[in-house]
């Protein structure tokens, strides 16, 4: 983590980070044809890898570097994830369990509003990895970094905590009844 500037401009590397994250999000929602077994699969390898990185950092003592570079852009980033997973998952109930409806039915009513939600995680990755490039690889106190991370999380759920909640505006403000 140290040395990610020395190998690229923070442009770049917030560039190619962000294409990985959209790639990882994206495959997680299209593996939920596979009735979710390769979204399941992408989760645990990614989960995995985390697991071993940060075992290796802990065991040679690097693993406080490590949490200190991923506490800016990790919380958005890993929210982004599993909102794109979660996407997979209603593809895959969808297909699994239609209910009442035949497949294809079920599939392109619950894929508008899977196609949403993995959509709405793409903007949050490009936030994510502009922050990974720019803040998680600087030169930057840990609190700052820790900091960074809380507030834009905190940010995030208040955002998602009001979306859709406004009163309906007509052309002469709220409607009233």
């Known amino acids: 983590t ?5 190998v690229m401009p923070s442009s770049v590397a917030s560039a190619r980070i962000l294409t990985n994250n959209v790639t990882v999000a994206l495959l997680a929602f299209a593996l ?32 406080g570097r490590l949490w200190t570079f991923i506490a800016a852009h990790g919380p958005l980033e890993l929210t982004a994830i599993v909102l794109a997973a979660g996407a ?34 793409v903007p949050i990755l490009f936030l994510a ?11 930057l106190p840990a609190p700052l970094k820790i900091l960074t991370g809380g507030v834009t999380l905190a940010a995030f759920f208040v955002y998602v905590a009001r979306a859709g909640r406004e009163e309906p505006r007509g052309p002469a403000g709220p409607n009233r009844t």
Do not use: K, Q, Y
Request: charged share 10%; aromatic share 8%; with cysteine.
């Open 2 to 6: 140290d040395d990610l500037i020395a």
């Open 32 to 63: 939920g044809i596979t009735f979710g077994v390769g979204t399941t699969a992408l989760l645990f390898l990614n989960g995995m890898m985390l697991g071993v990185v940060s075992a290796l950092c802990w065991r040679h003592g690097l693993a």
């Open 88 to 121: 997979g998952f209603a593809v895959a109930g969808a297909l699994a369990a239609p209910g009442n409806l035949r497949r294809s039915d079920a599939l392109r009513i619950h894929g508008r509003a899977a196609m949403a939600l993995v959509f709405g995680a």
């Open 129 to 139: 990895g502009f922050i990974e490039g720019f803040v998680s690889a600087a030169e």
